[in-house]
């Protein structure tokens, strides 16, 4: 045995006889971890996944030219999407003028439902509540071709009450799923209490119930308005001759070729949606803090 193998054994168990400090042994782990892992590799590409169509839409709205070849850059589309789209903003109105006003009546009509079935204790319970989620499971497609059979039934034509009639119906379950995701963590001691102080069952409703409920309230009421605004399928079934909504233009508009009005459109949306997260987010965590 030379004297090289001697030392390096020595050493050797210098380093073993030592005590392993939490320090030492994470700074290992540290220095063993590879630059990127798998986890970090699968998110960087599912994100990448997800916003590079939206860079690339961002992109070519600035496009001087009508197809993908870029040709220089331009406002162009921008101008014409806010002087020269009539039919689109018209479109656009009609979309938002159902989503708010379906989406406050599912939030009332919602609300009101899921306090009811989880407050008291009828025959038919179970069964409204397997009847209200049914829009939501159903395809789409069903639901868009009953309700027209349904409104060509009662002679109703078709136009933007029908849409708003629709729009109604699929977007009642996410409210009560919501309220009802709320009324669970519930502490039903406040309503005895309340009751205890004097307060009949619509002054408790009103200044208990509801203002506990309102987070899933609220909730309910924002993805009820976000899946109104891009619904397509049924509204397809249930639109009549001048109630185009946005996402009917933008079939209509596409058959021929993307035009880049709707590009510049989807920008200026995506800006506008940022812009109220971003006001309204003291408001929301103001919400949820109750």
């Known amino acids: 045995m030379n004297i090289k193998t001697i030392v390096h054994q020595v050493i050797t168990s210098i380093k073993i006889g030592q005590p392993q400090t939490e320090a030492a042994k994470h700074a290992r782990r540290a220095i063993r971890k590879p630059l990127f892992s798998f986890s970090q590799v699968v998110f960087c590409a599912t994100i990448m996944f997800l916003f590079l169509p939206l860079f690339v839409l961002i992109l070519y709205s600035f496009n001087a030219s009508k197809g993908m070849n870029w040709s220089g850059f331009s406002f162009v589309w921008y101008e014409q999407l806010f002087f020269h789209s009539r039919d689109l903003w018209r479109a656009f109105w009609n979309s938002m003028f159902i989503a708010a006003t379906s989406a ?32 939501m499971i159903l395809p789409e497609i069903i639901i868009g071709v009953s309700l027209s059979i349904f409104f060509a039934g009662i002679k109703l034509k078709l136009g933007l009450l029908t849409i708003y009639i629709a729009h109604t119906t699929f977007n009642l379950p996410f409210v009560f799923l919501m309220v009802m995701a709320r009324l669970d963590e519930f502490d039903f001691s406040i309503i005895e209490a309340a009751h ?94 109750k």
Do not use: H
């Open 104 to 135: 406050a009546t599912a939030m009332v009509i919602g609300a009101l439902g899921a306090i009811g079935v989880n407050w008291y204790r009828f025959k038919l319970r179970n069964y409204v509540q397997t009847v209200s989620f049914l829009p």
């Open 196 to 289: 205890d102080l004097g307060a009949n069952e619509l002054q408790t409703l009103l200044r208990v119930t509801i203002p506990i409920c309102m987070p899933g309230i609220v909730s309910g009421f924002l993805t009820a308005v976000t899946i109104s605004l891009e619904d397509f399928v049924i509204t397809y079934f249930v639109a009549g001759p001048g109630s185009s909504t946005l996402p009917l233009y933008i079939y209509s508009a596409i058959r021929f070729g993307v035009s880049p009005v709707i590009n510049a459109l989807s920008v200026v949306m995506i800006l506008g949606t940022v812009a109220l997260t971003y006001l309204l987010r003291n408001f929301l965590k103001y919400i949820a803090a």
